[in-house]
Structures are given as C-alpha cells and as structure tokens.
C-alpha cells in the first residue's frame, strides 16, 4: 500500500534552516508528481510546493519562493524540503502528498501523517 | 488566484440526518480540457486529510457512498446523505485547475449536535 513517511520537522529558530524528507514507498515513486502541504495549528491547508516526476519542473508558492527548495531523489523514493530563512508564520504541519494519475485521480490523493516545524526563538 | 470560499464554516448536525457543504470558487474551474479539477477532502482530529471526491463527482477508493459530490463551473456541494459519528472533522473543497498555486477553501466544521 502507498505509504509516505515524513521526518526532519522540529524546533528552529527564525531565519534558521531546516530540511524535511518523505520516504515513499508502496508505488512507483518517479511516476508520480509530489507536493508539500501545511497546515498552521488549529488552521487551514496551505498548498507550498510541487516538483514533476523527473524533478525538472518546481512550483512555488509566492510566500516561500526564494527560500525553499523542493527536490527528489527517484532513486531513493525519496522527497526533500529545503527551508531556510523560516518564519515564525511559517509554524505548522507539514505533509508529504501524492498528487495522483489519471486513474486515481489528479490532486492529493495520499497523504503522509505530516512533521511538525516549531519556529519559535 | 482562486479563492474558494466553502459556506456555513461550521455546520452541527443530528446523527442520521443529512448534511451539505458548499464550495464556490472566485472562477469558473473548468479546464481547457473540459475537465473541472474540484475535490474534497476530510479530516478527522488529529489526522493526516483524506480525499473523499475528486474531479466534483468521482469517489475515491473505500468511500462510503452516501458522500456525493456535485456542481459545475464556480459552485459546488459535498452532501453526506445520513451522518455517522465518524464524519465530525473538518471538510475541505481544493481546486487544481487554476494551477500553481492549489487552493484550499477555508473548511466546514462538522458536529454533531
């Protein structure tokens, strides 16, 4: 079965970096578009970043243009989020998702449990 | 971008009763490939969302069917047709027409009353 693991969350203070990671497994990784999605506590889902199958195309939402950076290693079922000059806003969840085919369906069809990021001095 | 706003925010329902949830987009989410990419999502306290419905109508995999999905162009609904216990959370509608970025509507409140 699809399972997303993710893990680097933690305590960071602001402007610091931090790189999260999602082991994938349960599908054939390099097919698949990946996002990161965050959740603010007690808020909503918050769309962050996208990478295609092959890592060639990367998509940016305009608050962490800049300063993160999404990459992959296909070889490794491995997702990675670089995040550096963090915020105390940018606190939240963050989630490993699969972005579907044509016969799931396109659009966040698996979800890892998420990793919790804590910008606080 | 999109702004999709889902209406009431918080919605107390009675087991066993129906319930309805509203997503209407800022425009229409229908692709120049005739596709409308409108889903929803579902999630429970303290856990990861689970999508319930894709592309406004198409349930996924292991849901249960009394979760309908339905709308076109700029408005849409989510309707549960018989609440259960299980369904309290947070329902959320995304679109991904209109993309980068995704867009998520600010979520429904399920209760039960």
């Known amino acids: 079965q699809v399972q997303l693991v993710e893990s680097g969350g933690g305590v960071v203070q602001p402007g610091r970096s931090l790189r999260l990671s999602c082991a994938a497994s349960?599908?054939?990784?390099?097919?698949?578009?990946m996002h990161w999605v965050r959740q603010a506590p007690g808020k909503g889902l918050e769309w962050v970043t996208a990478?295609?199958?092959?890592?060639?195309?990367?998509y940016y939402a305009e608050s962490v243009k800049g300063r993160f950076t999404i990459s992959r290693d296909n070889s490794k079922n491995t997702l990675y989020l670089q995040m550096n000059s963090l915020r105390d806003e940018e606190t939240a969840v963050y989630y490993c998702?699969?972005?579907?085919?044509?016969?799931?369906?396109?659009?966040?069809?698996?979800w890892g449990q998420g990793t919790l990021v804590t910008v606080s001095s | 971008d999109v702004v999709l706003t889902q209406s009431p925010l918080s919605l107390p329902v009675t087991l066993g009763q129906p319930a309805s949830f509203s997503c209407r987009s800022s425009?229409?989410?229908?692709?120049?490939?005739?596709?409308?990419?409108l889903n929803w999502f579902h999630q429970r306290p303290g856990q990861s969302p689970r999508r319930l419905i894709y592309?406004?109508?198409n349930r996924d995999s292991g849901v249960p069917d009394r979760f309908s999905g339905s709308g076109s162009g700029t408005d849409f609904t989510l309707k549960i047709s018989r609440v259960e216990a299980e369904d309290v959370g947070v329902y959320y509608c995304?679109?991904?027409?209109?993309?980068?970025?995704?867009?998520f509507g600010q979520g429904t409140k399920l209760e039960i009353q």
């Open positions: 998702v699969r972005d579907g085919d044509l016969l799931t369906g396109y659009g966040f069809d698996y």
């Open positions: 349960g599908f054939t990784f390099s097919l698949y578009t």
């Open positions: 990478i295609s199958y092959d890592g060639k195309n990367k």
């Open positions: 425009q229409s989410l229908v692709h120049s490939g005739g596709n409308t990419y």
């Open positions: 592309k406004v109508s």
């Open positions: 995304v679109q991904g027409t209109h993309w980068p970025p995704y867009t």
